[in-house]
């Protein structure tokens, strides 16, 4: 494994010892600092870029030849990190302790640095590997935003307030589809100079107020949480295939929350996302499209379709179908008789 040492804090300073390892030279444009990775490291870049109210962005967008330990090492406080996996993974230590932090596809840590402990990542040769880091110089935003710190939990208060460091902190969570969505925005932003700086901050202040909405969410009571996370809406999927394949089989919401393994709330959180009804509506939606395909493919009569979608109402079966495609169940079963004979 190689090892490079980072001795900044500031993002200019680690972007500047990043091209300084790399036996490169960086760019700056409009306060954002960037190395772009040399052929014998790899491949991609790291962009850096600080704000006014103690909040910086750092991104890393690279595939690297070899195994890479970065340190970063400064008898200073720490920023408290935010850090985002899009792509690959990273592994990460703090420098006064062994214990290995996992961050996979789609989850975030929190972390904070004990007094002028530093912060070790290690990327994995031949895997690209997008994270984002919102790192937050504690002291100075502190002292923008008090008001707004003393209105946030008590466990949020402590991590913000401890501008000295008294403590460390680690929090690991999977982020959300909002977060999710405003990386897709980041990574798609085309706008140069002046229009991106001001897009970057404003997406700096973004990613801090949903991370602190997802971190209240991840400590509230187990089946509480709201939050839908991106790797959650993947079992939302799931459990959207499950209903097409077992339409007539299919029992309650509660089931199919045990089989994809989320709470039925954020199940139905989901189906609203992505399909804009909740999980009934959606089975009701595809049992109407298996009625609709009965009538023209079949010889059975309504009634029996109407038991084989499991409604127990020939006349409820009739309003919702014709709120659905416009026409009652006997007139698309007539027509499709009349257009057989045709032929």
Request: net charge negative; glycine share 4%; hydrophobic share 35%.
């Amino acid at each position: 494994m190689t090892t490079i040492q980072i001795h900044s804090i500031p993002l200019k300073e680690v972007i500047r010892d990043l091209a300084e390892e790399f036996g490169t030279s960086y760019t700056e444009n409009c306060d954002e600092y960037t190395v772009n990775i040399p052929p014998p490291f790899g491949s991609g870049k790291i962009s850096g870029i600080n704000f006014k109210d103690g909040l910086g962005i750092i991104i890393y967008n690279c595939t690297f030849n070899i195994d890479l330990e970065i340190r970063f090492i400064v008898n200073e406080v720490h920023p408290l990190k935010f850090l985002f996996c899009e792509a690959g993974h990273l592994t990460h230590y703090f420098e006064n302790d062994e214990v290995e932090h996992k961050i996979d596809l789609l989850e975030n840590i929190i972390i904070a640095s004990s007094a002028h402990n530093g912060h070790i990542i290690n990327f994995k040769a031949a895997q690209k590997t997008i994270i984002n880091s919102l790192e937050v110089n504690r002291e100075l935003f502190a002292e923008k935003k008090s008001c707004e710190i003393n209105q946030l939990d008590e466990h949020l208060q402590l991590l913000f307030n401890d501008v000295k460091a008294t403590q460390s902190f680690y929090h690991h969570g999977s982020y959300s589809v909002r977060m999710a969505d405003l990386f897709n925005e980041i990574n798609g932003f085309a706008e140069e100079s002046f229009v991106r700086n001001l897009f970057l901050e404003g997406s700096a202040f973004k990613i801090l107020s949903l991370q602190l909405i997802q971190y209240s969410d991840d400590i509230a009571p187990k089946g509480d949480s709201l939050v839908l996370r991106k790797m959650e809406m993947m079992l939302v999927q799931e459990a959207s295939s499950i209903i097409n394949s077992e339409i007539l089989n299919f029992k309650s919401v509660q089931d199919l929350s045990n089989k994809v393994g989320i709470n039925v709330n954020k199940l139905q959180n989901g189906f609203k996302v992505l399909y804009q009804t909740t999980v009934n509506g959606y089975v009701q939606d595809r049992r109407l499209d298996l009625a609709n395909n009965f009538l023209k493919n079949s010889e059975y009569t309504i009634s029996e379709i109407v038991d084989l979608i499991g409604l127990s109402s020939k006349s409820y079966f009739s309003k919702l179908f014709k709120e659905k495609y416009g026409h009652s169940p006997s007139t698309v079963r007539k027509n499709n008789k009349n257009q057989k004979r045709l032929k």
